[in-house]
């Protein structure tokens, strides 16, 4: 029995929820060591009297913990750590030791550019409906207030001192509050000098790209995988190396494999919600994951593109709040929380690297919008972004269960998919008596536009699916495109 009364600390200042701090405390204390697979945790009636909170809670927390796979209930015996999860690697002393000084230095090499250091739509028509691949519905983007805020921003005094050209590294007010918000809500551990803006998680990638890739070094990818991701490696240099997918996300075994047979200088994983597939990395494989990449010296860039869109319990902490090597490049945004149209993103790695990506910024896209990037700290500090993400994500719940039992009703007979957790799109696998380009052909004739089917490798991997946005749906346009639909696969089944 470890001191829970001490090792556990309940803030009830925190807009944190208390189960959710348990959470992540116990999950620290499996990360450390403190508890070990196998473990048996105490009951929930016995640890709410050790640490003063209702039972309900360490209920709740348990619960939370078995659904991210970091404990599991046995039944009549109890609840244990779970007896597959592997320990961090800890850095061994020896000749082969390298310093980390906090956040400064990365636990992977990276190109580094002397030269680079200098002290200075596409049209829609109206009748048809898109296929998209998971997007939020713009409509329900809170414009009123953010236009509130930039009017307040734009008439202040000290404004004209934004407009001028100002740092590669964003602006300083929203860095600093994403750090705030980010170490509260996703359990990171930076620092104001971790973290750039950038104009959205593509040009994170394409940075990480540029910097990462000599020639023929290789980035590891899903065997289905966000196909702008992959042009964007290629284009840095990189070689692609793929891995199958299976019901707990990135095969690790695999990437093991290919590690010790290439020069690997990358892993890309889109662990919450893997794209294209919707399946969530298990608890299991990103302290693999994260081992291999202490092992092998390679970088996870991990993009974490619907973070907060998770149904069925809360979202589950990313691989770079378990980092302690500084080997995982951090790439989101809050265009697809709020709109793509505010391009604004972040970028959160080692003060080295993070160094690096702003001088090649530079020359990229100067900087970014300084007024815009105050409003959204500001919109992010007064709660206007959690209030927005708590709505939208009980409307996205409602239009997922709705989508998916239309298609399920109407077209079952030509669709198999599962109810994903969470994100914004279905992955939808068809007969194989059809194909999804016959289906996209004769979708036109409905006013019912596919495009981009090239970008899930179907051919290479026989898996006949693609992603089916649904967020941006109405009840309405979710019945109309399901008809649509159903009228298109009755015209090809003749």
Sequence with gaps: MIPYKTSIRIDRTSKQAVYLQLTNQFITLIKKGILVKGAKLPSSRELALLINVHRKTVITCYEELILQGWIESIPQKGTYVHSKIPMLKQQKLGADRIDLKGKDEAGFSFKKQSYLDRSFPQSFNKENLYVNDGIGDVRLAPRNAIATLYRSISAKKSTPLYMDYGTTYGNLELRKTLVSYLNETRGLRISIDNIMITRGSQMSMFLAGQLLFDKDEYVIIGETNYSSSDTTFEYGGAKLLRVKIDGEGLQTIEIKKLCEKYKVKAVYTTPHHHHPTTVTLSAERRIQLLNLAKTYRFAIIEDDYDYDFHYNHSPILPLASHDIHNNVIYVGSVCKTVA????VGYLIASKTFVDECAKLRRFIDRQGDALLELTFAEFIKDGSLDR???????????????????????????FSFEIPKGGMAIWV???KRFSWESVAEIAKKENLIFFELQRYDMAKTNHNAIRIGFAAYNREEAKTFVHRLKSTMKALDI
């Design 340 to 343: 793509p149209v505010y391009r």
């Design 388 to 414: 927005h993400i708590k709505k939208t994500l009980k409307i996205y719940k409602t239009r997922r269960d709705e989508f998916c039992a239309l298609l399920r009703e109407e077209l079952g007979d030509y």
């Design 429 to 431: 696998t068809l007969d």
